[in-house]
């Protein structure tokens, strides 16, 4: 990939979509360094690796009125924690890179000078890894009946790893519109016998979910998100991230 102009950042915050309301996002993780120096250590420094934690902050132009504004979405998550998906300059297509974490929205600050266009400025602690990964869906495509999403070859899963997977919906319409969507493998892009590695809970508003494999060892390299839509004229936009860490 060549250097690149931040113009596209795309930040799903549970089931808020970001993107037209910042213009700066940084994300940043760290693993503490613990001094292990001693009279063997010849004159340098030793440290082993602590804790590890994950940081997302943002900041951008304040709205509010429903749901889908930056004012209502982050009121109603501060406290709380939920998946984010987080893209280096891309349009969250399918297979494009994702970084993925579980966070709590950790502070909100609003408002600022007169004369000035409204602020608003966030953090998320991460209370899961950082994983590296790819999109699994798109943000912009309307899903109105059962199906499945494209497959994404994201890799075989090792023993004492996980499976990381985040789901973004992002609006909801129709008459008792209900969405049940899971993370399916299979060993060949066909997917000609799939297997359902994770199911999330039935969603029928805007939110997140975050869920991971238990460790287990994996062969399947291909995976793809699938669901399954109940209701009345529903109508669901969302996004998927997947990743191994």
Known sequence: MAKTVLTNVRCFAVGLDLTSHSNKLELSSEVEAKPTTNYGSQGWTEVVGGLASTQISGEG?????????VDDATWAQLGGVGPWSVSANNSAAVGELAYITRAMRADYTLLGEVGEVAPW???AKGSWPLVRGQFAHPPGTPRTATGTGTAVQVAAVPAGKRLYAALHVLSVAGTTPSLTARVESAPAEAFASPTTRLTFDAATAAGGQALRTDGT?????WWRLAWSITGTTPSFLLAAALGIG
């Open 217 to 221: 060892a994996i062969t399947d390299t």
């Open 121 to 123: 400025a966030s953090t």
């Open 61 to 69: 132009q304040w709205e509010a009125g429903d749901t889908t504004e």
